[in-house]
């Protein structure tokens, strides 16, 4: 496998007048960078050699942001270059999403919801990868000794129990998560590098799990959706949380294997 150059090497191939600015965000996969771009405040992401390993697939990322930006709901992409792991989006300004005041949460939650419910009611585009099945399928792959082959065969299993109920797949997120979330007067999404096809179910009850939503606060969240209960049910929303929860385990073990089979190669 080719070596990824360092951010520096990387930062001096992107066109235009580009200002590399503050470390906003540093995971196994990826470093995040406020800077400008032709005088453009911007967010730049530089990808890890782990994110090659994994999954994802920017081109697929960048595909489903154009396919959702009349929405006004999500970063606009200026610059992407996939061979050198580089994306750069318009900044947007605003806070973590929180409803702390007790009087904040029926409007906010209802807010979340209706931005949801627009992201779910977008079509698909014909040529967007399933991202979400495919990482399945490399955690399974990955995780073959027990216990972590117990885990995921787990996840697994209760996923298909769970996605077969006759449900259509819609356009989902799949990482809904605080640090996805920014408020600046309505809700905007970030980070779609999961996104892709998928139950509705999974980012309901990401959001529920996420907030530690109680009964009432689902509601709201219902409320915002359209008023389809019938995704909102409180026992089968413990059920996909208690998949995610699975899933964001097996995830932690899959970057640590990968990672540790990078250091293989490199040594």
Same mark, same amino acid.
Request: net charge negative; proline share 4%; glycine share 2%.
């Given at each position: 496998?080719?070596?990824?150059?360092?951010?520096?090497?990387?930062?001096?191939?992107?066109?235009?007048?580009?200002?590399?600015?503050?470390? +906003?965000?540093?995971?196994?996969? /990826?470093?995040?960078?406020?800077?400008?771009?032709?005088?453009?405040?911007?967010?730049?992401?530089?990808?890890?050699?782990?994110?090659?390993?994994?999954?994802?697939?920017?081109?697929?990322?960048?595909?489903? +942001?154009?396919?959702?930006?009349?929405?006004?709901?999500?970063?606009?992409?200026?610059?992407?270059?996939?061979?050198?792991g580089?994306?750069?989006?318009?900044?947007?300004?605003g806070?973590?999403?929180?409803?702390? $005041?007790?009087?904040?949460?029926?409007?906010?939650?209802?807010? !979340?919801?209706?931005?949801?419910?627009?992201?779910?009611?977008?079509?698909?585009?014909?040529e967007? @990868?399933?991202?979400?099945?495919? /990482?399945?399928? @490399? %955690?399974?792959?990955?995780?073959?000794?027990?216990?972590?082959?117990? +885990?995921?065969?787990?996840?697994?299993?209760?996923?298909?129990?769970?996605?077969?109920?006759?449900?259509? %797949?819609?356009?989902?997120?799949?990482?809904?998560?605080?640090?996805?979330?920014?408020?600046?007067?309505?809700?905007?999404?970030?980070?779609w590098?999961? /996104?892709?096809?998928n139950h509705?179910?999974?980012?309901?009850?990401? $959001?529920?799990?996420?907030?530690? $939503?109680?009964?009432?606060?689902?509601? %709201?969240?219902?409320?915002? %959706?359209?008023?389809?209960?019938?995704?909102?049910?409180?026992?089968? $929303?413990n059920?996909?949380?208690?998949?995610?929860?699975? !899933?964001?385990?097996?995830?932690?073990?899959?970057?640590?294997?990968?990672?540790?089979?990078?250091?293989?190669?490199?040594?």
């Open positions: 496998m080719k070596a990824m150059r360092s951010v520096a090497e990387r930062a001096n191939t992107i066109p235009g007048e580009f200002v590399l600015r503050k470390n +906003l965000a540093t995971s196994p996969i /990826s470093e995040i960078y406020l800077c400008t771009l032709n005088n453009i405040k911007a967010v730049v992401r530089f990808d890890a050699p782990c994110a090659s390993m994994l999954a994802i697939h920017r081109a697929n990322e960048v595909i489903v +942001l154009n396919s959702i930006q009349d929405l006004q709901l999500s970063p606009r992409v200026l610059y992407h270059n996939q061979l050198e580089v994306l750069i989006w318009k900044f947007i300004a806070e973590e999403f929180s409803f702390d $005041l007790a009087h904040q949460r029926e409007s906010y939650l209802q807010s !979340l919801g209706k931005g949801l419910k627009l992201i779910h009611s977008q079509a698909t585009p014909p967007c @990868l399933d991202i979400f099945s495919n /990482s399945l399928s @490399l %955690y399974q792959s990955l995780l073959q000794e027990a216990p972590s082959k117990s +885990l995921v065969d787990k996840a697994s299993s209760l996923y298909e129990a769970l996605s077969n109920d006759g449900s259509n %797949y819609v356009l989902s997120h799949n990482d809904l998560n605080r640090s996805n979330l920014l408020w600046c007067n309505k809700v905007y999404f970030l980070d590098e999961y /996104s892709g096809p509705p179910c999974f980012d309901i009850a990401s $959001l529920v799990k996420t907030y530690n $939503l109680m009964p009432a606060e689902i509601a %709201y969240l219902a409320d915002g %959706y359209d008023g389809d209960h019938e995704l909102f049910k409180i026992d089968t $929303l059920q996909w949380m208690q998949f995610i929860s699975y !899933l964001d385990e097996v995830w932690e073990i899959s970057v640590t294997t990968i990672q540790a089979q990078l250091k293989i190669k490199i040594d």
